[in-house]
C-alpha cells in the first residue's frame, strides 16, 4: 500500500491547504499505515502531525523539502528523518534556512546534513545527475530520467482534487496578484492524496509504490510528547514549589485590598500550578518581567497572576 511521502500541511504557509487532523483522517479512512509531512523550509508543523499520526495508530515519517541549487539549476528535494538523529539534522538544516534566509541550499551544504537521512530528488533528469550525493542514501522520483532507485512522490498539498481552488487563492494572496477567472472555474486537481486503485489507473507501477513502504519502514523517530520546563535556580535550598509560595506571600502586603476571597483565589491557582509542575515557569517569568521593569523595559497587560510576583 502506497506512503504519501511529500505531503506539504498549513504550516507551509499559503503554499497547501492541508490541516493536520484533516490529513490524518484521510489517509485513515484510505487505509494507509503511514504518512510524512514534508513543509518546504520548515518544521513546525511536526509536533501536532506526530501527536495527530500517534493517537490515530499511523506512522509518522518525519521530513522536510528543500530547494537544492547548483548556482544554476535547481531541484526541489525530499529529505526524510531516518531516527532521531537526522530529526536533529533537520531540525539544524532548518535552522540554518531561517537564521540566514536562504531560499535555496547548495550541494556543499547538503552534504553535511545526509548521514542519517534518505534523500528523494524530485524530477531529475540525465543533464541533473551531479545533484546526486553518492554517499547519501538516496532515491529518485518516479518520474525522473537518471538510473537510480525510484519511489513514487507526489506533491500533495490539497485533499481532494476540488481544493485546487483553495490552494490557487492562497498562491494568489502569497504572491500579491489577482487570480483569473478561469482558476476560479478549475474543477479538479492532481496534487491531492491518491489512493492505491488510483496510482493503479495512473499506470504508477507497483515497484515505486512498494518502494515508499520500504522508505516508510526505514524511518523511525520518536518523540516524546511531555513538556520538559527548564529549572530556575531557587536560593536556600528549596524547592520550586516552596520558593514561588514564598514570593507569593511576600507580594500580599502590596495590596491592602487583599482580603479573604482573594486569598482563596490566590490558594486555588497555586495549587493548580504546583499540581501541574509548572512553578518553575510562573519563576521564569517573574524573572523575565522583574528585568524588564528595572532596565525601563515596557512590559504587555499580562495575567494578574504573573504580574503579581513582580
Known sequence: MVVHLNIHTSYDLLHSTVKIDDLINRVKSLGQKAVAITD???L??????????????????IGMEIILTDGIENCYTVLLAKNNEGFKSLMQLSSRIQLKNLQKISIDVLRQYTDQLIVIYKQLDVNQEHFVLEDADYYVSHDSTIEARRVYIDDVRYLSPDGIVDLSIL??????????????????GTKYIKSDEILLDLGISESVVQAT???AEACNVTLEQSTHLPK?????????DA?????LQKQKVKFPQFDERYEERLTYEYEVIQSMGF???????????HFAKTND???????????VLS
Do not use: M
Not at 530556575?232 to 520550586?240: A, E, F, K, R
Not at 512553578?279 to 524573572?287: E, N, R, T
Open 40 to 42: 518546504l523550509n520548515v
Open 44 to 61: 513546525f508543523g511536526v509536533q501536532s502531525f506526530y501527536s495527530a499520526c500517534i493517537d490515530a495508530g499511523i506512522k509518522p515519517i
Open 171 to 188: 498562491n494568489a494572496i502569497d504572491d500579491n496578484k489577482k487570480i483569473p477567472l478561469e482558476t476560479i472555474q478549475l474543477k479538479s
Open 213 to 215: 513502504e520500504e522508505i
Open 232 to 240: 530556575y535556580p531557587v536560593p536556600n535550598d528549596l524547592s520550586s
Open 243 to 247: 520558593y514561588l509560595n514564598e514570593l
Open 279 to 289: 512553578s518553575d515557569y510562573f519563576l521564569i517569568v517573574s524573572d523575565l518581567i
Open 297 to 307: 523595559i515596557l512590559v504587555g497587560p499580562g495575567r494578574d497572576h504573573q504580574v
